[in-house]
């Protein structure tokens, strides 16, 4: 009986161990994911405040070449579409969405023959962005 017993203790401390080791596998992968994604959202919020410093450079251009302010808002809204397709965080995607807007303004200003249109906004809404994507 006491090797009965024995059995049944060791098969039970083995299934224990077995659903420990699960359960921390699934939390170390979960948290990994977070860390990807959060990761992505630092990488692309870097390359937008790349293409926000192009688009203060094509502003400062327009008159040589006004083709960079539209290829400098492409770039953005790019990088837009990639976040907030990464992202289920409610402050990062009012940050895609805040900047998106802005791009959306200085756009409009462009087509309406504005070649220095008002950048703040833009910027404001990378910095913000920048900020709720970091760590």
Do not use: Y
Request: proline share 3%; charged share 25%; with cysteine.
């Amino acid at each position: 009986m006491a090797a009965s017993r024995h059995r049944r203790l060791r098969r039970t401390a083995t299934a224990a161990a077995t659903l420990a080791a699960i359960a921390l596998t699934t939390g170390l992968t979960t948290g990994c994911d977070a860390v990807d994604k959060a990761l992505d959202c630092v990488q692309t919020a870097d390359a937008i405040a790349d293409s926000v410093t192009a688009l203060q450079q094509a502003v400062e251009n327009a008159a040589n070449d006004p083709t960079q302010l539209e290829e400098s808002l492409t770039s953005i809204d790019k990088n837009l579409d990639k976040i907030g397709d990464q992202s289920d965080n409610a402050d990062v995607n009012q940050a895609v969405e805040d900047l998106g807007k802005a791009v959306g303004n200085v756009r409009t200003s462009v087509e309406d023959g504005d070649n220095t249109p008002d950048l703040s906004p833009v910027t404001d809404a990378a910095g913000e962005l920048t900020k709720v994507c970091t760590p």
